[in-house]
């Protein structure tokens, strides 16, 4: 129980951490895409408002791909992909027009930025998980901790319910805890989308 209390610990403040990553990254990825928001207005009034209809349908997008469910995952990694090509192939454009322009310098730089997020996001809340074999070491430690707390229990005089129901209750919470931590769709801790819907919304407003 003590070699499951350390793991159970040790896993916990791994999923703690990665979680709040995710929302760091929601906050990150807000930047990046307001940042070539402003920046696209340097562009003549066709290309910026070409680049940003691409955007706002980018942050339509990412917000749907995280609130619509787990089937709405693939869709939403496949219309992303999608819009990078097409809002690299304007800022190319643009940089064709003006070889050597400094505005269209630091609009490469924000969508480059862009693309890097997406990367680091996608990574960090779907690929980086706790792994299979920690979940089967976790399980099998409770179980063989369970059973042996429950023979030691059977063969002791006396009971004590309460500290039994505690012990049992507490293992299970932080169980919970972690599994919920580490599914950042789905559960009771979820990963805020506040700075991507307010983004939206000034976005909507222009």
Same mark, same amino acid.
């Given at each position: 129980m003590g070699l499951l209390s350390f #793991? #159970?610990? !040790? +896993?916990?403040?791994? *999923? *703690? +951490?990665?979680?709040?990553?995710?929302? $760091?990254?929601?906050?990150?990825? $807000?930047?990046? &895409? %307001?940042?070539?928001? #402003?920046?696209?207005? !340097? @562009? =003549? %009034?066709?290309?910026?408002? /070409?680049?940003?209809?691409l955007l706002r349908l980018y942050v339509d997008v990412r917000l749907n791909g995280v609130t619509g469910g787990p089937a709405a995952l693939a869709p939403a990694l496949r219309q992303s992909l999608e819009l990078h090509a097409k809002m690299w192939a304007l800022v190319e454009e643009a940089g064709r027009r003006a070889p050597g322009s400094i505005v269209v310098g630091l609009l490469v730089q924000s969508i480059n930025e862009v693309i890097d997020v997406h990367v680091e996001r996608f990574t960090l809340a779907v690929r980086n998980r706790v792994l299979p074999t920690i979940w089967l070491t976790l399980y099998l430690l409770l179980v063989a901790g369970m059973l042996a707390t429950g023979?030691?229990?059977?063969?002791?005089?006396?009971?004590? !319910?309460? @500290?039994?129901? $505690? @012990? *049992?209750?507490?293992?299970?919470? &932080?169980?919970? #805890?972690?599994? =919920?931590? /580490?599914?950042?769709r789905e559960g009771l801790l979820t990963v805020s989308q506040e700075a991507m819907v307010d983004l939206q919304t000034r976005m909507r407003a222009h």
């Amino acid at each position: 129980m003590g070699l499951l209390s350390f #793991l #159970l610990a !040790f +896993t916990f403040n791994g *999923a *703690a +951490t990665r979680h709040e990553s995710r929302k $760091a990254m929601v906050v990150k990825e $807000a930047n990046a &895409v %307001e940042q070539a928001w #402003l920046r696209a207005g !340097f @562009l =003549d %009034e066709r290309q910026a408002g /070409d680049l940003r209809s691409l955007l706002r349908l980018y942050v339509d997008v990412r917000l749907n791909g995280v609130t619509g469910g787990p089937a709405a995952l693939a869709p939403a990694l496949r219309q992303s992909l999608e819009l990078h090509a097409k809002m690299w192939a304007l800022v190319e454009e643009a940089g064709r027009r003006a070889p050597g322009s400094i505005v269209v310098g630091l609009l490469v730089q924000s969508i480059n930025e862009v693309i890097d997020v997406h990367v680091e996001r996608f990574t960090l809340a779907v690929r980086n998980r706790v792994l299979p074999t920690i979940w089967l070491t976790l399980y099998l430690l409770l179980v063989a901790g369970m059973l042996a707390t429950g023979v030691q229990i059977g063969q002791s005089t006396t009971r004590q !319910f309460s @500290l039994e129901l $505690a @012990l *049992a209750l507490t293992f299970s919470t &932080v169980m919970f #805890l972690i599994v =919920d931590l /580490d599914r950042p769709r789905e559960g009771l801790l979820t990963v805020s989308q506040e700075a991507m819907v307010d983004l939206q919304t000034r976005m909507r407003a222009h």
